[in-house]
């Protein structure tokens, strides 16, 4: 049973790939060719061109030239994921989560993360929903309600060929149900215990009665109010400076769990205002129109070691006692019109036009809302697809996006302040106090094209680019070029290599325009990769890759003393690998992956300093933000026609680059760096070692339309809470545990 649900989905994920394609449906008799879809064999879906997150050309899905996991409905269900920050961590190979004590938390992949999630784009149905201004990708993350969610993608590599300034690291693309993948109505509630959350969730879906198009809507609300201190600890490494009086005695050792007012509730929702979701799509012939609203944000815990320690000279941090809140909030609403004209078999012309709101905050310690502000982009598309004959491939295209930024936020509700007392933003420092974030706007202009040419039955190559223009940088060029070798009907071999770039942030490039210094220089990534995949048998497939070479001309921030921006800080080099294997039969599902990540070098610029690695101080040769070894593991097994049993497991097997680090920050090179106390205490080294995370499900079926499941997060904290700890990035060795949770939802469908 548990096969052919492998089998389903693997099939559902093709046909939505079609159906989003355009070209499956654009006649009458749409019912007969599904049904048709649907009766073919894996091998047979396979040889079908799709339309793929990783091209611009339609491409048989062996063919891809990525490395891409697909997350089906079924297992992020199956996961019981309570964010998209949880589900990414238990699928996708050599995928990091960490915490932040001064942003939201970060994504990273193969090495590459920051202080800010800016390495990646996060997309919805192929439309990029990055924040710009100061961050990266915020929204959608936090999120509980996932239930209008038929597949994710995300392409592990570089991805700028595709979506331009942003995809570093990696793309993820969402993408929706819509009429064709959906009918009917279903509800779903979910709550949580010890991680305390409450979620409700609706959609519908219908086809037309012409069977031309339909109409899909999703609502979803939640409330989540978190672990307390006690199931989530928070633990430091340093004893606090005797005197401090908002730090009680026994939530000031070295190791002990806090105790003290800082301290939010673990995964808390911002100002505790319930998180939303609101999706509608209409599709009707040529036309794809949909419009989606979220909300969200939560409260994570200031640095205080470091305020009571005094790395950066800001001294006794008694004077924070009224002001210990902080967090970021925001909503985003997203408007799209698609149409796609197919003009013959050959030829097609995909125009797209979007309007993006992104309003946002941030406080720190609540002494002032550090960044209130809002965007406005205005973006259009046009593609051109063109298969001039059996052998040869290509599609050419442009984009423009506009964009109205420093508009002040106008969007929260009444009774919070969003009118500044200092600064709206610490880049802005020249600017006067006591007034917003100044107005400006920035237009990007993009040519991007692909050639795909079928060499041979056994051999294609993929040959792309793109050029960026933005406002406030010089051109940014994106080229790919990637070999893929068949031999057989089991043997995949792929050769890839890409540049990658990414703006600065708006308000960096900006603060630097303003300041004489002209127009900015983008991050690059120039990666060389090995691929090899493998069907071995109708149950067992392998993959494996190797990325030779990855050279990362790095922006993140550099502080010195009390100053600090995001600039470019150096180039980090590095090597890996991942392996991944699946098995599946009628009952059982089984899907392990092992990611390895080492530096190779780093080259720090002169005056900088980095939170990256202390390799460039002398100390040791790892990135400090990183676990080297990554193992993943997830299984279902199918007890009977109702019962199933679900389980994952993720091991960091440890950190010896935040060691290293620390180290550094005991003895630094750099002399006016140096602080009267040490950033942890002698002996320390519970933050440097791994964290275990064990998940288990048990999912009850009745009756097709009726689902219920119960879940377990984090079960291993039930023995040792150090288990479940996730590390801060660019921490001296502090750490949060996750807390040991249940959770339970019902679905049902009418």
Known sequence: MIGRLVTFSWRVFVIAAILYSGRAFAEEGAPEKEADLFEMSIEQLMEIEVASTATLTEVKPRLVPAAVTVITEE???????????????IYVPNLQWTRNHWEADNLGLRGIISDH???YLLLVNGRVMNERTHYGVVSEKDLVMM????????????GSAMYGPGAVAMVINIITHNAETFQGTEITGRLGAVEEFYSGEIRHGRKFKDGDGGFFAYFGIAQYLGADKYDAPQIFALDFPAGDPWLPADGAQAGKPLTGPPLNRDGETWRNLPPLKIYAEITKGDWDVWARYTRGGQQFIPDIGILARDPYGWGDASWMQPYLQSGYGYQQATAYVGYNKEFNEKTNLELAFSYDMFDFERSMMNVAVKDAYREDEYYGKALLKCDINKKHKIALGFEVSHQELGIKSPGWPSGYMVSLGEPANA??????AEIEMPRWSTNLYSILGEHQWTISDQLTSFIGGRVDRHTHTVEMFSPRASLVYTPNKKDTYKIMWARSVRANYEEEMKFQADSGGGVSDPEKLDSFELRYERQHSKNLDFAASIFVHYNLELIAWSQVGQEGSSTTLGEQEEYGCELE?????????????????????FELAPGKNTLTTAKPYGYGDDLANWSNHITKLTARHKLDERWTLDGSLRIYWGFPGMRDYCHYRKNPTDKANRNDYPVMEPGWNRGYRGNYYLNLGLQYQPKE?????????????????DLNKRNYYGSYGDFRSHAAAVGVSVTYKF
């Open 427 to 432: 880049r802005f420092n020249d600017y006067p």
């Open 117 to 119: 999630d800016d390495k």
């Open 705 to 721: 339309n009726l689902t219920f499941r119960v879940d377990g997060y984090n079960l291993l904290g039930i023995f040792n809470k």
């Open 75 to 89: 297992q992020i269900q199956a996961s019981g994921a309570r964010s998209l920050f949880e589900l990414l961590d």
């Open 581 to 601: 294997a699946s098995y599946h039969t009628d009952k059982t599902r089984l899907i392990i992956s092992h990611g390895y990540t080492k530096l190779h070098d």
């Open 147 to 158: 239930r209008d969610i038929h597949h994710i993608d995300i392409v592990r590599g570089p």
